[in-house]
């Protein structure tokens, strides 16, 4: 069941899936910049990242269900699973024709769309100052993004649309789940075997270094195992709005963890966009939610 964060928790409970949204947005900008580190300067090849991404998520994520008291069975569903793997696919290959920033726009882009429009269907409406937050902060994502870019190759912004696609049905999909750990769990080991046969016509290509594995193993154990089960955790309580707006802040993240870990210049524009983001989500977060227009379950 969804409900509205401001509305429908108690203050710690607020304070709590802030803080668990929080550390999901920067698990997600570490997956950008991890996947772009190792493509770009070192030897693995995207479908070997993508297999190694979603099999050390799987493993950490089983020790972890089977080593908790009581130990817990994996759940999630195929839906869950197929959206996590065409995702994490795409994702991988989109990043070596996409630089950061426009990768990051498509991506954020589609997931917006993907969840704002789940979100209307079922009946979610924002309202005036939310709306006002919504364009703000996507202002500010065209300030940091747009002007000076090229146009991307096709092949590669195709690619990196079907990834938000994927991942916004992957948090829609999240949204109604009671046991958020198991969920993804299970949905990183069913979307396995669906990497490895996608993964076997491209054997004989297959390259890989030890630091590329190791930038592999954190973006699946750190960044995407347990970052999206805490996503998952704090998803559940957000509107499809607030879910997909809050979601803007990771390339503005990937930017800054740019400029910090990777020696990338620090811009007036980047800092403008930084403010005008998360001043936009700012409004959305605190706007009182519009009633439904259809019953919730």
Known sequence: MNTPLSTALTTKQVHRVVFLTA????????????????????????????????VSGALILWMILKFQRPAKKSAGSWGGAVSLYVYAFAF????????????????????QLTMLGYGFLQGERMGALALLGLLLAIAGLVILLLPGSSAPPLASAVMMLASGVAWGVYSILGKALADPLAATGGNFMMSVPLIVLTALPFMSSFHADVVGITYAIASGTIASGAGYAIWYAAVRHLSSFRAATVQLTVPVI??????????????????????????????????????????RD
């Open 92 to 111: 991988s290959y989109a990043y070596l024709k996409l630089d950061t920033g426009t990768g990051a726009l498509v991506l954020f882009g589609a997931v």
């Open 23 to 54: 550390i999901a947005m920067i698990a997600f900008a570490a997956n950008s910049v991890l996947c772009r580190v190792a493509l770009r300067h070192s030897a693995i090849d995207p479908i070997s990242f993508s297999v190694i991404r979603l």
């Open 254 to 295: 990937a930017s800054i963890a740019g400029v910090l870990l990777l020696g990338e210049t620090f811009t007036t524009r980047l800092g403008l966009s930084s403010l005008t983001v998360l001043g936009g989500i700012a409004l959305v977060l605190s706007a009182k939610q519009t009633p439904s227009l259809k019953p």
